[in-house]
């Protein structure tokens, strides 16, 4: 009689109750994966964007705020010998949207001579370098928002700005952008945005966002310093922040959701502790006196405890891959992308996470058989026998 | 005949691990669903309560918000015209010239968290214009003079508002306005904002056009006549009710708030199973005592009935614990961002009758879908078997 003949036998002595603790185990257990595939990508996502080493400069008062084209030069300045800023691109807020569609695309015009540089982590071709340098109504479109509107490369498309002064400007798509956090924004060439703007009678010039792509680590951390103090007591005050820092100011206004996704899965986990715990404990209850019979026919105290145990563990996985599979399948089928921004518009089931949510599942296993096993081990054979049950 | 509850009371006792684990399991969920939802009202309270549906907001066509929207001065001459504008006792039009703002101001108590404020500039007739906004402390501010009123939601969550106290805007940050006022507007959008006298902000924030326009209308009836007007070709601007400007505020709001529902709903299926475990543990622990019962005449339906309240008993306690700890979180102080706006807005998290009613509706269903099966075991039960069983 093998440990596994008898876990099966177990399991199916009481198939109702079985299937009721894998349910409630798998239930949580998917809402777990997801949450923890969220915080999975966002810690990805802050860790690619924190490999790019870029800063954003913006004006301290408010990020509406346009600082003058001439604080580039003013930012370069700072490293003359070009060994610490590989270079630095303005960006201005364009606020793009198709007409007659309510909601506002990710749309920013960047200066066109620096953002490959500033950007390169997007995979230029040398072709679709020499395109965006060479056509003004070049743009560059994140693979996101090119399928929610059914754009590809080689497209002409017109966008009208949701900011004074609402210009509808027409674009050509030459670049579809698949690389991971870069898939939900819209560039298009600043200077083809600004000779609109005057000619529509905004004549001043100027960027919400100056991005300085630094060459080390250590030139981040000097420049973030050096910054502000450049443009302090002057009209146009700075703020300073890595690029972590500065997406996490537009994270809020998802309603914190990934604080959110946290709590939810700490809840999760307690949740699922408790039910497993209290499955195991009552099936134990139930069985003490087979248990006994065990010990009697010559069972060591370690064996039984294996038994319980296992028992527990395999209930807590096939309740965990139940949740896990349909969450994972159902993340595939119907993507977030609707919800627009990143990483929650492009999650999905990762392996981590999954790693995560077995270890989890495995350790919940472990505590709640844990108790159970232990009183199996010590079971008084002769005690549990008298008993009728 | 019907069980005597203080059955069922008893037995909760009987089993003291095991209803104790599924109470804490309902209990905590209780706790999320009412934390959530308190969150979600909190928000939805400081947007729906906002505006009035008898006054329009004037944007720029295309723009998304007042914060994107600038109005010339020809373009608010042609507003002037709407049909159906309120007048006050003087005769003056009813129509507000606004210009909407944003400053970084620190949160209290974390001085390195700045939010991005909106900061409106407003004429004296605006006070008369905004009928839900209500002063409540000190004075509004003095037409001419480097004064601000200050929103009750904005004064609870941001540093530097208090009566008196001296706060730096401007584009630059540099021109310093003292508090003079506080005032509130139902709970809404508005009491996150600073109100200051229009032309000091525009000269302080460089603008020199305003934002939007608010126009208030005579009655209802005039709404659709207004806002045709001004969208037609005579005025080329676009017009809303201010209660429907700030419902679609909201939308983003909404699809979490759903997207949190599907979750919590996910876990609550989890914790009727938990439920129904425990239930069916009960059961069958109490074959004899089952079988004693209808052999002295309780009828099948007395005993299903007797496992519902039982387990029904065990969700609405837990409920009453989880409902009790979600008070503690009453009343705290957010703020989220508008992604429409760019510009914070504080709330406080509300805990409604409708959340309590929803939360007893959950543990009750949970009760009832938890032990509707074993509870119809207990009931098919033959009593010779189970008598004679030792």
Request: with cysteine; proline share 4%; net charge positive.
């Amino acid at each position: 009689m093998t440990i596994t003949y008898v876990l099966m036998q177990n399991l199916r002595r009481n198939p109702m109750r079985t299937l009721l603790t894998c349910l409630s185990f798998a239930l949580p257990m998917g809402v777990f994966v997801a949450a923890i595939s969220l915080i999975v990508a966002m810690v990805k996502l802050n860790a690619l964007n924190a490999a790019q080493l870029r800063l954003a400069v913006q004006s301290r008062i408010a990020l509406v705020n346009a600082l003058p084209e001439r604080m580039r030069a003013e930012i370069e300045a700072l490293d003359p010998d070009k060994t610490r800023i590989r270079a630095v691109c303005g960006v201005r807020w364009f606020g793009g949207r198709v007409q007659n569609t309510p909601s506002v695309i990710q749309s920013l015009g960047a200066d066109v001579d620096t953002f490959p540089l500033v950007f390169d982590e997007i995979g230029w071709t040398d072709a679709e370098r020499e395109s965006w340098a060479k056509d003004r109504q070049a743009c560059v479109v994140g693979t996101n928002v090119a399928e929610q509107y059914g754009w590809k490369a080689g497209d002409r498309i017109t966008l009208e700005s949701s900011v004074p002064p609402n210009l509808a400007l027409e674009f050509h798509v030459i670049k579809i952008v698949t690389t991971e956090g870069r898939t939900n924004s819209l560039y298009l060439r600043r200077d083809y945005f600004e000779e609109s703007r005057r000619t529509a009678g905004f004549v001043t010039p100027g960027c919400n966002l100056f991005w300085l792509k630094c060459s080390d680590l250590a030139a981040l951390r000097a420049l973030q310093a050096e910054v502000d103090p450049r443009f302090a007591n002057t009209p146009n005050e700075t703020k300073t922040m890595d690029e972590n820092a500065f997406m996490a100011n537009f994270a809020q206004a998802a309603g914190d959701l990934p604080g959110l996704m946290r709590a939810i899965a700490m809840v999760v986990v307690f949740i699922v502790a408790l039910v497993a715990g209290n499955t195991m404990m009552m099936s134990f209850r139930e069985r003490t006196r087979e248990l006994a019979v065990f010990k009697a026919i010559g069972f060591q105290g370690g064996r039984v405890f294996r038994i319980v145990l296992a028992e527990s563990v395999i209930l807590a996985l096939v309740g965990a891959l139940l949740g896990i599979v349909p969450t994972a399948a159902a993340l595939l089928a119907f993507p977030l992308k609707r919800l627009g921004f990143l990483p929650l518009s492009s999650l999905e089931v990762s392996p981590i996470a999954i790693g995560v949510s077995i270890a989890i599942a495995l350790l919940v296993g472990v505590v709640a058989g844990l108790l159970p096993a232990m009183q199996a081990y010590r079971l008084n054979t002769v005690a549990a026998l008298r008993k009728i049950a | 005949m019907i069980l005597p509850l203080s059955y069922n009371w008893r037995n909760l006792f009987v089993r003291k691990l095991s209803t104790g684990l599924t109470f804490i399991v309902v209990a905590v969920i209780v706790l999320v669903l009412a934390v959530l939802l308190s969150f979600a009202a909190g928000i939805r309270a400081s947007l729906v309560a906002t505006g009035s549906p008898l006054n329009l907001i004037v944007l720029k066509p295309g723009a998304t918000a007042e914060s994107t929207s600038i109005l010339q001065p020809e373009e608010i001459a042609r507003v002037v015209q709407t049909p159906g504008v309120a007048r006050q006792a003087d005769g003056a039009l009813m129509i507000s010239s606004e210009v909407a703002v944003q400053s970084a101001i620190p949160r209290l108590g974390q001085r390195d968290r700045p939010a991005n404020v909106a900061i409106r500039g407003v004429d004296v007739l605006a006070y008369a214009v905004h009928d839900n906004v209500r002063l409540v402390e000190g004075r509004w501010p003095d037409a001419g003079k480097m004064e601000v009123a200050v929103g009750r939601a904005a004064q609870k969550r941001f540093a530097g508002l208090r009566l008196n106290e001296s706060i730096a805007l401007g584009r630059l940050g540099n021109r310093d306005y003292t508090v003079v006022g506080v005032f509130e507007a139902d709970g809404g959008a508005l009491e996150s904002e600073v109100w200051g006298p229009r032309p000091q902000i525009q000269d302080s924030f460089e603008r020199d056009v305003v934002s939007s326009v608010v126009v208030r209308l005579g009655g209802p009836a005039d709404v659709e006549p207004a806002v045709a007007y001004i969208r037609s070709a005579a005025v080329q601007l676009d017009a809303k009710p201010e209660t429907e400007y700030y419902r679609e505020l909201t939308a983003k709001t909404t699809e979490i708030v759903m997207l949190t529902s599907v979750l919590i709903g996910i876990m609550a299926v989890g914790a009727a199973f938990a439920v129904a475990n425990t239930m069916y543990a009960a059961v069958d622990g109490r074959r004899r005592e089952i079988a004693m019962l209808r052999t002295i005449g309780f009828s099948r339906g007395a005993v299903v009935l007797s496992f519902v309240i039982e387990s029904v008993l065990i969700c609405t306690l837990a409920c009453v614990f989880g409902l009790t700890a979600s008070v503690g979180f009453n009343g705290m102080r957010q703020d989220f961002l508008s992604d429409t706006t760019w510009t914070v807005l504080a709330y406080e998290l509300r805990l409604t009758p409708g959340i309590v009613a929803w939360a007893f509706a959950l543990s009750v269903v949970v009760g009832v879908a938890g032990a509707a099966a074993p509870a119809l075991r207990a009931a098919r039960l033959r009593v010779i078997d189970a008598l004679r069983k030792a």
